[in-house]
């Protein structure tokens, strides 16, 4: 059974949470519109250009926080489709202004919406953890991968650069070892020279899948190869890599 320390919402824990998302987006709205507005009426043009560039990061905040919604229906989705969209999303509000390149490798694999949901908030609280800390002055990349192995699926996240001195975990990786308990899974973190891996297993399916030593099997390597989430500059060193063309700025 899944670990009772995180559950999915309950129905009425459902639709508070869902009254909550719906009020931020409603908030989310209000403010990109009093900043257009203000920018519209603006007849200075260093000031317009500055309102403008804060409507754009506050779409792209809107972005995230859309991708990382509570799923409404239990489904199946293609997890690699749902990770590209987040990983745009993080790109585009955290890491464009950091300097720090984003890469996707994953093939097409399915998961119940929930799962989904679960994967893509360890994803973001990883990504987001090694921007704020591998890289204190920017520049560098990010890798984020997704794996077929037998019965489980193995996620990881990998970066170029260097932990801080005395790197104590706070409150974002123990949210992802929560997080990681609620998919029956295990969370292991590796320091090493130039640079850092965080590697999330966990089973395909909602049933507890447990090995007798904890290994798996039968690992499938991406075949949709690399998917460069910043079309300005070099990625990790990837073979393959396949480059995403830069989507057109959201209207204000």
Sequence with gaps: ???????LPFPRERVLLHELNHRINNEF????????????????????????DVTELLHH???????????EHDVRMDAAA?????????????????????????????????????????????????????FPGGNGGIRVELL???????C???????????FQPGCGLKI?????????????????????ASIVVFPSSGEPQVTANGRTQGRTSPKSGDVSLDPRSEPLPIPKATRIEQLPKTSA
């Design 1 to 7: 059974m899944t670990n009772p320390s995180f559950q």
């Design 29 to 52: 709205c209000s403010a990109i519109s009093v900043v257009s507005l203000t920018a519209a009426r603006s007849r200075n043009k260093e000031v317009k250009a500055a309102l403008t």
């Design 61 to 71: 905040y809107a972005g995230v926080h859309h991708a990382l919604r509570m799923p």
């Design 82 to 134: 749902y990770l590209r969209r987040l990983c745009l999303s993080i790109r585009r509000s955290k890491l464009d202004q950091m300097k720090i390149d984003l890469v996707l490798a994953a093939p097409r694999l399915w998961l119940q919406s929930d799962r989904c949901w679960l994967l893509g908030m360890i994803v973001y609280e990883l990504v987001t953890n090694a921007a704020r800390h591998a």
């Design 148 to 154: 077929r192995a037998g019965k489980f699926v193995e």
């Design 156 to 166: 990881r996240v990998l970066d170029n650069g260097s932990a801080p001195v005395g």
């Design 176 to 196: 992802v070892d929560e997080l990681t308990k609620a998919l029956d899974g295990r969370f292991d973190q590796k320091f090493r020279v130039g640079g850092s």
